[in-house]
């Protein structure tokens, strides 16, 4: 739980000053209320299959106008391309049909230098249920096949969790930091661990 509380943080102050915020595979809803009770401004939209469970705890909260909701699986999203600033999915990764054709849906959804944030379990971790987690390089090659220039990917590690992070704006900013070092661009694929992720993964 521990984990879990430290993720949906780490994405509620990511999101907290964003315009236009999606939750992909929303379930409850409870991460994009987070965000309505921080961010006074922004358009707050969450889609899943079974939106009815989103429905119920957005109008309990109290966030009905806020918060507008739409049933659609994550391959196939009716929304305007290039729309949000900010997206994210929190542990909906493993649920999704088609995790390539997600993948390139919600890059549609994205606007430009806005940012994506994609949390799930860890390969290794036990979580009871008979579910496929992907390792990092299982991530990036979900990514490659999607059709993301991973030169615009990080992966982080938040306990149980691996986090992706894509932002073109952000690549740009520590680019030009890196730049003026010794480091390759290879240096803004480093996990915290240190690792560095090859441009051509391979499955693990």
Known sequence: MFDTRKVEIFIVERGARRKRILD?????????????????????????????????????????????????????????????????????????YNPVRALKEIRRLLASKGELIIADWKKEVKTGMFERYYGKEELLKLLESAGYDLHYVKLKEIGRFNIILYSEKDFQRNFSKAASTSFSPSFLRISDSGIPFSSQPTAS
Do not use: M
Not at 38 to 62: F, H, M, P, Q
């Open 24 to 96: 992909v595979g929303c379930g409850d809803c409870r991460l994009l209320i987070k965000l309505a009770e921080r961010n006074l401004l922004s358009e707050l939209w969450c889609v899943d299959t079974y939106i009815e469970r989103a429905v119920k705890n957005i109008n309990r909260r109290g966030f009905s106008q806020r918060i507008k909701c739409v049933r659609a699986k994550a391959e196939n999203i009716p929304l305007e391309s290039h729309f949000f600033n900010s997206i994210y999915s929190f542990r909906s990764l493993h649920e999704f």
